[in-house]
């Protein structure tokens, strides 16, 4: 059982950055890919990026490419999202995904434990 508990969320003025953590419990954090995911209220799970085991390796929705970069501590068992350049489009919650292998993906289904989610507030 892999328990994933995000925190970082809140509210930010348009333009402004958080920074977003995800603390995992439970397995052997380093062995999986991991990634970012978020929702909005009656709409599709919408993958925003996704981490490598060792971190070496990326990859970035395009509504985030440029703003957005993502990270990982192994020793920490904590995975980081640095989100710049927030507009209100971003205002929505995230939640942090734990891949069923060790490959990075943006694919939904590919995830297989996810967090509670924080939510993100972007003032205009």
């Known amino acids: 059982q892999v328990q994933l508990v995000e925190s970082g969320g809140g509210l930010v003025h348009a333009g402004g950055s958080l920074r977003l953590s995800c603390a995992a419990s439970?397995?052997?954090?380093?062995?999986?890919?991991m990634g970012w995911f978020r929702q909005a209220p009656g709409k599709e799970r919408e993958f925003v990026a996704t981490?490598?085991?060792?971190?070496?390796?990326?990859y970035f929705a395009d509504s985030v490419k440029g703003r957005f970069t993502i990270s990982r501590d192994n020793a920490k068992n904590t995975v980081y999202m640095q989100m710049n350049s927030l507009n209100p489009a971003d205002a929505v919650v995230y939640s942090c995904?734990?891949?069923?292998?060790?490959?990075?993906?943006?694919?939904?289904?590919?995830?297989?434990?996810w967090g509670q989610g924080t939510q993100v507030t972007v003032s205009s």
């Open positions: 981490i490598s085991r060792s971190g070496g390796s990326t």
């Open positions: 439970g397995d052997t954090f380093s062995i999986y890919a």
């Open positions: 995904e734990k891949t069923k292998n060790g490959t990075n993906a943006s694919d939904g289904n590919a995830y297989d434990y």
